[in-house]
């Protein structure tokens, strides 16, 4: 008789065990913040973003390891720059700040007056700063005054382990209705601020709001505004003005996507068993673990993913249409290469495909209307003498 003890059955892995070994043994799981929440919203369709992401993976440090490293960030100037701002908008016990508040979103209210609050925020850690500001907020509430929380650290449930969240400004009502306050450097001329840009803090915004709903859930008389207050220097001076952004349409986006994040256990599942984008690995591993994880491509992905660079690189590789746009894509239907969009135009494509059948008339009036044009002669350019030097 054996005198080992029997075996236990195996335990199953966990999602957290899963999740760290797609990480890598040695290396910690980067927390999320409102940006990457934000850029996910942005590309709902994209499932490697959603997994590594929901697994913590530093993507800067796996582009690196693939040797496409990203190539955007902000530049210390730009940081400096809107620090600066930041810190006049708040001077004075945030009383400028205030004062947008009321006229843009609440004229019906009292002014607010020098009596403001602005509660200390400071405690030990992200989970004690997120529990004095949730302390702070319900305060606020009760006191029926305005209030101002510079800085508060909000926690939000992402892939089953909490994201803390720290949005420049909540202004609290003297009704109860809290606000979400986003102060930007660039520039709102003539009351109007690049679209791009406002749509980029829209999307990070609409997060702040999702975390202020669960506290709120939790206050009596609470109330989280669904029009945030966009912050931005008035034409080409350093002076403070505003405009109210409504973010419905972006909460709900984005609402939608963290739940998909919170079934990132079945993109996990999905992958074979030994895989990992651990950063220690060689390229060749890494990009057979990347590639084994559906993508949605754009060229917007430039800006916003750390991956972006080695994705159009794959999408080139692989002639998708993705690498051209998503409004190219989506014309284009179930055409999904370029070469067969190309082969459409030619006549080559299904007749009875409409895109095809589109592709190819559109490149018959190209060519009729170009015949005139190729039929006249070229006017004559002289040669230009070789360089003495």
């Known amino acids: 008789m054996s005198s080992y003890p029997p075996s236990s059955p195996a335990q199953p892995t966990t999602l957290r065990q899963r999740l760290a070994g797609l990480r890598g043994p040695s290396v910690p799981p980067r927390p999320l913040d409102a940006r990457a929440l934000a850029a996910l919203a942005a590309n709902p369709g994209c499932g490697r973003r959603a997994l590594l992401d929901g697994a913590g993976v530093d993507k800067n440090a796996l582009a690196t390891a693939l040797g496409s490293p990203a190539a955007f960030g902000q530049s210390q100037f730009a940081i400096v720059r809107g620090n600066s701002f930041e810190a006049k908008v708040k001077g004075d016990g945030g009383a400028e700040l205030l004062r947008l508040v009321h006229a843009h979103l609440d004229t019906a209210a009292e002014p607010p007056g020098a009596g403001a609050l602005v509660p200390d925020l400071t405690a030990a850690g992200p989970e004690g700063r997120a529990a004095r500001t949730a302390l702070a907020l319900r305060e606020a509430t009760s006191a ?3 209030t101002l929380l510079d800085h508060p650290m909000l926690a939000l449930e992402v892939a089953g382990t909490p994201a803390y969240l720290e949005p420049d400004a909540v202004v609290v009502h003297p009704d109860g209705r809290w606000t979400v306050v986003e ?26 709001v999702l975390a202020l709903e669960r506290i709120a ?8 505004g669904h029009t945030v ?7 080409f001076s350093n002076l403070p003005t505003a405009a109210p952004v409504d973010i419905r349409r972006e909460r709900s986006v984005t609402r939608r996507q963290l739940d998909r994040l919170t079934r ?9 068993e030994g895989l990992s984008f651990d950063p220690e690995r060689t390229a060749e591993e890494l990009a057979e673990a990347v590639s084994a994880v559906d993508a949605a491509y754009a060229p917007e992905c430039l800006a916003a993913c750390e991956l972006a660079f080695h994705c159009r690189e794959r999408a080139r590789a692989a002639d998708e249409v993705t690498a051209l746009g998503r409004s190219v894509r989506g014309e284009l239907g179930a055409l999904t290469t370029v070469e067969e969009a190309l082969a459409a135009a030619a006549g080559a494509g299904c007749a009875e495909d409409p895109t095809a059948a589109a592709l190819h008339r559109a490149a ?4 009729e209307a170009l015949e005139p044009a190729a039929a006249l002669p070229r006017p004559h350019v002289p040669e230009t003498p070789e360089c003495p030097c």
């Not at 102060?183 to 702040?208: L, N």
């Not at 207050?229 to 034409?235: A, E, G, S, T, Y």
């Not at 990132?264 to 074979?272: K, S």
Request: contains cysteine; hydrophobic residues 55%.
């Open 144 to 146: 029926k005054d305005w």
């Open 183 to 208: 102060i930007k450097s660039f520039p709102m001329i003539d009351a109007a601020a690049d679209a791009a840009k406002v749509g980029a803090a829209a999307r990070q915004a609409a997060v702040y």
């Open 217 to 224: 859930g939790k206050v009596a008389g609470a109330e989280v």
């Open 229 to 235: 207050l966009l912050v931005c220097p008035k034409d």
């Open 264 to 272: 990132v256990e079945e993109l996990a599942a999905a992958l074979p």
């Open 364 to 367: 018959r009036l190209r060519a």
